[in-house]
């Protein structure tokens, strides 16, 4: 008996060191325009598990965006950070990113349809259950998340970091059909009040399941070490604010997974 419980747990340590994040670039197309994104995924299982879409800043998908993704499959979820611009299309100026954000702000049916994209290729990895998804979206990509729930995609929550808040057509909102978490920066100044106040009163208007947090001296880009710490110029890294948002979107997660998987 002693001699079988030693194989047992033995086994069990094996399996637990053998267990990994694999990571992998992932191409997929939309007409004719080829997409990559990046998956990641902890390996110890087979069972199905939610998914968590990514929606990168106005650079495009970068390393910022797939070390996100494995702090996203480290907490149990298949992890995809979404391509908007296009397998190649990495903007390295803020001038390059500003004119590729542009062209997806002007066009938010071009940016729907890209959102929407990604999320089915994430529904369709065999690991996810397509029944379990959430998104998250940081900068560009935070505003993103919220023009995938505008479009009526069938998801569970979205989470917004620094993103915009502004809407084309604020009647959109009656399409959401899941439940939004804002992580907003309270002194952004790419974010005026009253996209704020337009905001509230959009989701009040639809009734909208939301929640929004404001942390206190924050700017913009404040889940970013990038940006640096200068606060004057509008966007700057806050620790706190990084810290409290990321345990935030854990529980908001959590909440909205919470059936047995």
Request: proline residues 2%; contains cysteine.
């Amino acid at each position: 008996m002693k001699l079988l419980l030693i194989i047992t747990l033995f086994i069990m340590s094996s399996l637990n060191t053998m267990a990994e994040i694999i990571t992998s670039d992932v191409e997929y197309k939309i007409g004719d325009v080829t997409l990559q994104g990046y998956i990641a995924y902890d390996n110890s299982s087979q069972e199905k598990r939610p998914g968590v879409l990514i929606v990168h800043q106005w650079k495009g998908l970068t390393d910022y965006e797939k070390s996100r993704a494995v702090q996203i499959a480290e907490l149990g979820y298949v992890a995809f950070a979404v391509d908007i611009y296009g397998k190649g299309i990495r903007p390295s100026t803020s001038e390059e990113a500003s004119k590729t954000a542009g062209q997806f702000y002007a066009d938010v049916m071009l940016y729907r349809e890209r959102l929407n994209a990604g999320l089915n290729e994430l529904k369709m990895q065999p690991l996810v259950d397509p029944d379990k998804i959430a998104a998250i979206g940081y900068c560009f990509g935070g505003g993103g998340v919220l023009e995938l729930a505008r479009s009526g995609a069938e998801i569970l929550g979205v989470v917004t970091f620094h993103g915009s808040l502004k809407s084309q057509n604020p009647d959109d909102a009656k399409n959401i059909k899941c439940r939004v978490l804002v992580q907003h920066g309270a002194i952004d100044p790419f974010v005026k009040e009253e996209d704020v106040i337009g905001f509230k009163k959009e989701m009040e208007d639809a009734n909208v399941d939301y929640v929004l947090t404001e942390y206190s001296g924050a700017v913009h880009s404040f889940t970013q070490k990038s940006a640096g710490n200068d606060v004057t110029q509008g966007s700057a890294y806050n620790e706190n604010a990084d810290k409290r948002s990321w345990e935030a979107m854990k529980m908001f997660l959590k909440e909205i997974f919470a059936t047995s998987w």
